[in-house]
Structure formats: C-alpha cells, structure tokens
C-alpha cells in the first residue's frame, strides 16, 4: 500500500453545552493511504461527520493530531487552515448548495475565484470539470433545469476543479434515489480509480459503502474496526 495521506493519532473531540462537556471522539489512530476511498459508518452520534470535518480541516481537535501529506493541520492558524482547505480539499454534501441564480458552469467556477487565474483560465478548468462528471453538454443550465443527480454532479464538478488533495463526501447520495445514488457512487469510484482521487465519505448506508476500498466504523466515538472490501 502505498505511504498515508491522512494520519491521525490520539484524537479527541469535546464540545462544551452550557455547563456540559459532550465527548464526541476518544483516542481515534486512524491512516489512511494516498488514493484510498474510505467509507466511515457507525450509528446517528457516533462522530462520523465530526471525524470527517477534522480530516478536512472544517474543525480542530480539542486533543490529538491530524496530519495530511505530512503536515499538522491541527496546529494551523485559522487563516492558514482556510488557505489549505481551498487547495486541498474538495467538499460534497448530502444537499449541493448550488447558488440557484448561477449556471451549473459559474457554480463550478466558485472556488477558484480565490486563486490568481484569468476569467478564461477559470472557465476552461470549469468545463474540464463538468466533463469528468458526465455534465460537458449542461454547463449552461441553472439548477432548477437540472436533476437531483445531475446538482450533485454539479457539486462534485465544484470539488474536483482546485484537483484537490482530498475529496470529503458527507452523506453524497443522502437525498437521492437507488438508482441515482449508484451512479454517484459510481462516479466517485471513477474518480478514485481512475483518476487516484483519495475520498473519505460519510454514509450510513451500507451499499453506498460497498463502493469503497475500506470501510471504518465508528461507535460512541472510537474506531471498533475497518474492513477492507472484498
């Protein structure tokens, strides 16, 4: 297997409530390989997603480290930490928050009116994107002219086109049917495969996990074991 891109050791997550300390993650040693697809599953308040937003760097961690391609995380400032999820990560949810006045091609092109590139440069990487996901020929529609499936692979296209270190999946096909679900998954197996996209993704369905290279499960906050797919 080839090196880790994300270690994480001795991590922990409290979070304060008034006058109550909620602990969300115990002592979590997780690694997980440079293009690997990892599905974490574990029951409603197991830390799942509290996990996948320390690996994307949306959170920090009250104890414990993250390191991704070798560097803490949890030790960047918060400015610095914005920086590095703008380059690094690419983030899709179970809603795509798409901006519905924008075409699915501007909607693409939103994170990279950060970097330093010209109108035309933006668009060119936006269209490349759009192909990768199957959407070439929809570029000029708005989201209400699309389907469910084709917003999120609008949503996926608005990842993939910084060409993110790591893509965070949160519940991808949460809102989607059987069949539209399978073919998002399918495309993030593409992407993995074919084009070495190292995914982390929260689901709390099993056969949207059987998509994935592993599959890490978490219960009241510890890791109780990872199974490899067969």
Request: proline content about 4%; overall charge negative; charged content about 20%.
């Given at each position: 297997m080839?090196?880790?891109l994300?270690q994480i050791?001795?991590?922990?997550?409290?979070?304060t409530r008034?006058?109550?300390?909620?602990?969300?993650?115990?002592?979590?040693?997780l690694?997980?390989?440079?293009?690997d697809?990892?599905?974490?599953?574990g029951?409603s308040?197991?830390g799942?997603?509290?996990?996948?937003?320390l690996?994307?760097?949306?959170?920090?961690?009250t104890?414990?480290?993250?390191?991704?391609?070798?560097r803490?995380?949890?030790?960047?400032?918060g400015?610095?930490?914005?920086?590095w999820r703008a380059?690094?990560v690419?983030f899709v949810?179970?809603f795509?928050n798409l901006l519905?006045?924008?075409?699915?091609?501007?909607?693409v092109?939103?994170p990279?009116?950060?970097?330093?590139?010209s109108g035309?440069?933006?668009?060119?990487?936006a269209?490349?994107?759009?192909?990768?996901?199957?959407?070439?020929?929809?570029g000029?529609h708005k989201?209400?002219?699309?389907?469910?499936?084709?917003?999120?692979?609008?949503?996926i296209?608005r990842?993939?086109?910084?060409?993110?270190?790591l893509?965070?999946?949160d519940?991808?096909t949460?809102?989607?049917?059987?069949?539209t679900?399978d073919?998002i998954l399918?495309?993030?197996q593409v992407l993995?495969?074919?084009?070495g996209?190292t995914?982390?993704?929260?689901?709390?369905?099993?056969?949207?996990a059987?998509?994935a290279?592993h599959?890490?499960?978490?219960?009241?906050?510890?890791?109780?074991d990872?199974?490899?797919?067969h």
């Open positions: 080839s090196e880790s994300v050791r001795a991590l922990t997550k409290h979070y008034g006058k109550q300390t909620v602990e969300v993650l115990h002592g979590i040693d690694d997980i390989p440079k293009g697809f990892v599905a974490l599953m029951p308040g197991s799942k997603t509290t996990l996948l937003n690996i994307g760097g949306l959170d920090t961690p104890s414990g480290s993250v390191s991704v391609e070798g803490r995380i949890d030790q960047m400032s400015g610095e930490l914005a920086a380059h690094h690419g949810f179970q795509y519905p006045v924008l075409t699915a091609q501007k909607n092109e939103l990279l009116l950060l970097a330093s590139m035309a440069e933006r668009a060119k990487r269209q490349v994107a759009l192909q990768l996901v199957g959407l070439g020929d929809r000029g989201p209400s002219e699309l389907s469910g499936g084709q917003e999120q692979r609008v949503a296209a990842a993939l086109v910084t060409d993110p270190t893509l965070i999946c519940e991808p949460g809102d989607l049917d059987r069949k679900a073919e399918t495309l993030l993995n495969r074919e084009h996209k995914i982390v993704m929260v689901t709390h369905d099993p056969k949207a059987e998509y290279t599959t890490v499960h978490l219960d009241k906050g510890l890791l109780v990872t199974v490899a797919a």
